[in-house]
């Protein structure tokens, strides 16, 4: 089952890498990602959208776990 | 406004945050931060160990004592890196520890200049968060954002890598701190007191959240509420005093008989402020069954990582108990089938054959020591062995590796948990094994002249890991055997230390009579052959528990 998250995320050094991290660590491979200024008069943050493969699960987790993320400040499935 | 450098805000954001000794290791990355350090000296104590690992230890220890953040120090490069195991022991554990370490200069980062290393890369997945912090007017927010990151919520490591120049640059004194982060109001209580209250065969696990939330006194009252037995992961250990008749002990692989058994046979398991590791649960399936799991913990991600609960609840153990214990005020419990049920199982916890068995030697030294003596122990058999026999009393006096099993950690624990005692007398329990990876600590036991008491289970080999090749590998004992000559009474006095060998539990007690106030090791010489039983093979239930002592005449168990 293929599933989305879009993340809205402070721009700091390093942001981008923990995010993937969390991914990579639990063991989901993530099919595309992108990231863009959320808001064109403003680049402290950035809405992240990543699309990745996995069951009800690895949604839950990998959501639960983006939560706990200093740098990630809103998660949503989309 | 007061100016001041960045090593200097360092110090600042250190003392306003409660921190009055962290433990280091000086370097030229940090030269700044050590100035500051004997500038303010009378305000801030720092403690040298003999290794960057012994440092990180040490601070763990001290927070797990305190449960106030441990601080540890390190320089850039092979400090950094030192620093490590420490923080991965402290991640797996749920300890609040603040790392900080220097770098090279801003302008040199990124072009692999001395001692540079991408320290913020390395430690990213054993951290709850890490800064580098390369502008100093951004270093007063971001130290007080680690404190409340390091000590709110599911406790954990932070580390600040701060570059030497940032160290070295004027910046104003603001005076900040940090807001700590809403606290969720708790709900669906009302569901866990109708479970609750239909148990037949209610179980409490307590978990290293009852600890570090210190709500012992809640967990006391709820199972004399609920006469509800109780179990414990290895971090939840001293959140019972061992001799409350409820409290059966540990749960899980090496888990006393009783509490492990109880466990599976409840109807209702309330589990507090556990993860659930696969070492406390063994088999899943079986685990789950015919039960109502409720699961209580501050960090949500754990809600059906391992284990799927049918209530689960948000919250901090101590706010969520306050909260329940009122709504039960009226039960009135009907299980004492339950009881004389774990009265019955109680009599299945061995006791070890023979004259000077592990848990004489750890009982012996039990009946020496008060009621709030901190126990540290680094990793193995003796570790088990602590953990089944010793007669805890006292929240927050027991040290050990749990999630990461770091062997070498004793040492530094023991240090950081003594001078988080007000120096008093301090026990590690360790094994020939782990001591050899941190005695290079007896130095600094020695120059801080702490009351250390060193029990080295010596049985010449790494017992755990024989004992598995024991029961699972044909008896191969491949690299068990150590077959070292070191004289451990010789190495205590090249220490400075005292040092004893004792083998009868006489020898034992008469070295445990008088014991000086300064560090002392005792070479406790034990059977190779013990083993830690009970004993769930990995992956394995309750059902497939080895009981009995391993026979190899007899093929298998005796
Ligand atoms: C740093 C580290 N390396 C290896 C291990 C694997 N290990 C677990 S227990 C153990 C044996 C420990 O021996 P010892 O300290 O003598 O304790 P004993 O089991 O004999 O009581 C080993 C090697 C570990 N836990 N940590
Ligand atoms: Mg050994």
Same mark, same amino acid.
């Given at each position: 089952?293929?599933?989305?998250?879009?993340?809205?995320?402070?721009?700091?050094?390093?942001?981008?890498?923990?995010?993937?991290?969390?991914?990579?660590?639990?063991?989901?491979?993530?099919?595309?990602?992108?990231?863009?200024?959320?808001?064109?008069?403003?680049?402290?943050?950035?809405?992240?959208?990543?699309?990745?493969?996995?069951?009800?699960?690895?949604?839950?987790?990998?959501?639960?776990?983006?939560?706990?993320?200093?740098?990630?400040?809103?998660?949503?499935?989309? | 406004?007061?100016?001041?450098?960045?090593?200097?805000?360092?110090?600042?954001?250190?003392?306003?945050?409660?921190?009055?000794?962290?433990?280091?290791?000086?370097?030229?990355? #940090?030269?700044?931060?050590?100035?500051?350090?004997?500038?303010?000296?009378?305000?801030?104590?720092?403690?040298?160990?003999?290794?960057?690992?012994?440092?990180?230890?040490?601070?763990?220890?001290?927070?797990?004592?305190?449960?106030?953040?441990?601080?540890?120090?390190? &320089?850039?490069?092979?400090?950094?890196?030192?620093?490590?195991?420490?923080?991965?022991?402290?991640?797996?554990?749920?300890?609040?520890?603040?790392?900080?370490?220097?770098?090279?200069?801003?302008?040199?980062?990124?072009?692999?200049?001395?001692?540079?290393?991408?320290?913020?890369?390395?430690?990213?997945?054993?951290?709850?968060?890490?800064?580098?912090?390369?502008?100093?007017?951004?270093?007063?927010?971001?130290?007080?954002?680690?404190?409340?990151?390091?000590?709110?919520?599911?406790?954990?490591?932070?580390?600040?890598?701060?570059?030497?120049?940032?160290?070295?640059?004027?910046?104003?004194?603001?005076?900040?701190?940090?807001?700590?982060?809403?606290? #969720?109001?708790?709900?669906?209580?009302?569901?866990?007191?109708?479970?609750?209250?239909?148990?037949?065969?209610?179980?409490?696990?307590?978990?290293?959240?009852?600890?570090?939330?210190?709500?012992?006194?809640?967990?006391?009252?709820?199972?004399?509420?609920?006469?509800?037995?109780?179990?414990?992961?290895?971090?939840?250990?001293?959140?019972?005093?061992?001799?409350?008749?409820?409290?059966?002990?540990?749960?899980?692989?090496?888990?006393?008989?009783?509490?492990?058994?109880?466990?599976?046979?409840?109807?209702?398991?309330?589990?507090?402020?556990?993860?659930?590791?696969?070492?406390?649960?063994?088999?899943?399936?079986?685990?789950?069954?015919?039960?109502?799991?409720?699961?209580?913990?501050?960090?949500?991600?754990?809600?059906?990582?391992?284990?799927?609960?049918?209530?689960? #609840?948000?919250?901090?153990?101590?706010?969520?108990?306050?909260?329940?214990?009122?709504?039960?005020?009226?039960?009135?419990?009907?299980?004492?089938?339950?009881?004389?049920?774990?009265?019955?199982?109680?009599?299945?916890?061995?006791?070890?054959?023979?004259?000077? &068995?592990?848990?004489?030697?750890?009982?012996?030294?039990?009946?020496?020591?008060?009621?709030?003596?901190?126990?540290?122990?680094?990793?193995?058999?003796?570790?088990?062995?602590?953990?089944?026999?010793?007669?805890?009393?006292?929240?927050?006096?027991?040290?050990?590796?749990?999630?990461?099993?770091?062997?070498?950690?004793?040492?530094?624990?023991?240090?950081?948990?003594?001078?988080?005692?007000?120096?008093?007398?301090?026990?590690?329990?360790?094994?020939?094994?782990?001591?050899?990876?941190?005695?290079?600590?007896?130095?600094?036991?020695?120059?801080?002249?702490?009351?250390?008491?060193?029990?080295?289970?010596?049985?010449?080999?790494?017992?755990?890991?024989?004992?598995?090749?024991?029961?699972?590998?044909?008896?191969?004992?491949?690299?068990?055997?150590?077959?070292?000559?070191?004289?451990?009474?010789?190495?205590?006095?090249?220490?400075?230390?005292?040092?004893?060998?004792?083998?009868?539990?006489?020898?034992?007690?008469?070295?445990?009579?008088?014991?000086?106030?300064?560090?002392?090791?005792?070479?406790?010489?034990?059977?190779?052959?013990?083993?830690?039983?009970?004993?769930?093979?990995?992956?394995?239930?309750?059902?497939?528990?080895?009981?009995?002592?391993?026979?190899?005449?007899?093929?298998?168990?005796?």
């Amino acid at each position: 089952m293929e599933f989305t998250v879009e993340l809205l995320v402070a721009n700091r050094y390093g942001a981008l890498n923990r995010i993937t991290s969390i991914y990579a660590r639990r063991g989901y491979n993530i099919d595309e990602l992108e990231a863009v200024v959320a808001d064109k008069t403003n680049s402290d943050i950035y809405r992240i959208t990543v699309r990745s493969k996995g069951d009800e699960y690895a949604k839950i987790q990998v959501m639960r776990q983006l939560e706990k993320l200093y740098d990630v400040k809103e998660v949503k499935l989309t | 406004m007061q100016t001041i450098n960045g090593a200097q805000m360092i110090i600042e954001g250190l003392v306003r945050h409660g921190a009055t000794t962290v433990f280091g290791y000086p370097g030229g990355a #940090v030269l700044p931060i050590y100035d500051a350090l004997y500038q303010n000296s009378d305000r801030i104590d720092h403690i040298i160990t003999a290794h960057e690992q012994g440092a990180a230890h040490a601070a763990d220890g001290y927070a797990r004592v305190t449960g106030k953040t441990g601080v540890v120090i390190a &320089t850039s490069g092979p400090g950094a890196t030192n620093l490590v195991t420490g923080i991965a022991n402290a991640y797996l554990d749920s300890v609040p520890l603040l790392a900080i370490t220097g770098n090279a200069p801003v302008p040199l980062l990124g072009k692999d200049a001395f001692q540079e290393v991408d320290i913020v890369g390395i430690t990213q997945p054993i951290v709850k968060h890490n800064f580098v912090v390369r502008d100093v007017t951004e270093l007063e927010s971001t130290i007080a954002e680690a404190f409340i990151i390091a000590n709110t919520g599911r406790k954990g490591p932070v580390l600040i890598d701060v570059p030497k120049n940032v160290q070295e640059s004027e910046v104003e004194l603001k005076g900040i701190t940090a807001t700590k982060p809403e606290v #969720v109001p708790i709900s669906v209580l009302s569901e866990i007191v109708q479970a609750l209250k239909s148990a037949k065969r209610p179980f409490i696990y307590a978990g290293g959240g009852v600890v570090a939330s210190d709500a012992g006194e809640e967990l006391r009252e709820l199972s004399e509420k609920l006469s509800a037995p109780v179990g414990f992961s290895l971090m939840g250990m001293t959140a019972l005093s061992t001799d409350n008749p409820l409290a059966l002990g540990m749960c899980g692989m090496h888990g006393k008989y009783a509490a492990t058994v109880a466990k599976s046979e409840c109807d209702v398991l309330l589990a507090l402020g556990v993860r659930f590791s696969d070492r406390a649960t063994g088999n899943i399936s079986v685990y789950e069954k015919d039960k109502t799991i409720i699961h209580v913990d501050i960090d949500v991600s754990e809600h059906g990582k391992n284990v799927k609960p049918n209530i689960s #609840v948000k919250g901090d153990i101590k706010a969520v108990l306050a909260k329940l214990l009122p709504q039960l005020s009226d039960i009135k419990p009907s299980n004492s089938d339950w009881l004389a049920r774990v009265d019955e199982l109680k009599l299945g916890n061995a006791r070890q054959e023979g004259d000077f &068995t592990p848990q004489i030697a750890i009982e012996t030294v039990g009946e020496f020591m008060a009621d709030d003596t901190v126990i540290a122990t680094d990793v193995g058999q003796h570790q088990m062995w602590t953990m089944q026999y010793y007669p805890f009393k006292m929240s927050r006096t027991f040290l050990t590796s749990g999630g990461l099993g770091t062997m070498g950690y004793g040492m530094g624990a023991a240090i950081g948990g003594c001078v988080a005692n007000q120096k008093k007398r301090t026990v590690l329990f360790t094994g020939d094994g782990s001591f050899g990876m941190n005695l290079n600590e007896l130095a600094t036991a020695v120059s801080q002249n702490l009351p250390l008491v060193i029990v080295i289970l010596n049985n010449g080999v790494l017992g755990m890991v024989r004992q598995w090749q024991k029961r699972f590998y044909g008896e191969r004992f491949s690299q068990t055997t150590l077959g070292r000559k070191t004289d451990f009474v010789k190495l205590a006095e090249a220490f400075g230390a005292n040092g004893f060998r004792v083998t009868n539990v006489d020898e034992l007690k008469s070295v445990l009579a008088k014991l000086p106030k300064s560090p002392v090791v005792i070479d406790c010489r034990i059977d190779m052959d013990e083993e830690v039983l009970p004993m769930i093979p990995p992956g394995k239930a309750v059902d497939d528990m080895i009981i009995t002592k391993f026979n190899a005449s007899a093929g298998g168990d005796s």
